[in-house]
């Protein structure tokens, strides 16, 4: 399976695995994605995470219409070489799904954990609500 946002390939994205309610996907090392320390960035590492719970979720929605409703990430060590992420669905509620991330090293250190909501629309389709007007 490969990944299909220009931005994913950006980040230089493989998708190892996906089956229902999982993902696991890799991010290499490259030089562009570190801050000025030479780890990577903790943006990438967001993106990685996000990224791999949106394919964990086409794996039950194939049609897309989905998105990112919350997110939370928690960095517990910095990242100096490949990762991976393990996103897994734990619950559905209504149109929302609860989802996990683990985001590991290639030495399996732990370097971030994640979770939190993707939203379904009910007709398939994302459609953002109007934003009210700014005082001028």
């Not at 229902?20 to 320390?37: G, H, Q, V, W």
């Not at 732990?110 to 005082?135: E, H």
Request: hydrophobic residues 40%; glycine residues 6%.
């Amino acid at each position: 399976m490969e990944v299909k946002a220009p931005f994913e390939k950006l980040l230089g994205l493989t998708i190892l695995e996906a089956r229902r309610d999982f993902a696991r996907i890799m991010m290499p090392y490259k030089a562009e994605l570190t801050n000025p320390s030479g780890v990577i960035h903790g943006g990438a590492i967001s993106s990685l995470a996000d990224t791999s719970i949106a394919v964990a979720l086409g794996t039950v929605y194939s049609h897309g219409g989905f998105y990112t409703a919350e997110f939370e990430i928690h960095f517990k060590a910095p990242a100096r070489n490949d990762l991976f992420a393990e996103a897994h669905i734990i619950r559905k509620k209504l149109n929302l799904y609860i989802y996990h991330v683990k985001v590991m090293d290639t030495e399996n250190k732990l370097i971030a954990i994640a979770w939190g909501k993707y939203l379904v629309p009910k007709n398939g389709k994302t459609s953002f609500q109007k934003q009210s007007q700014r005082p001028q």
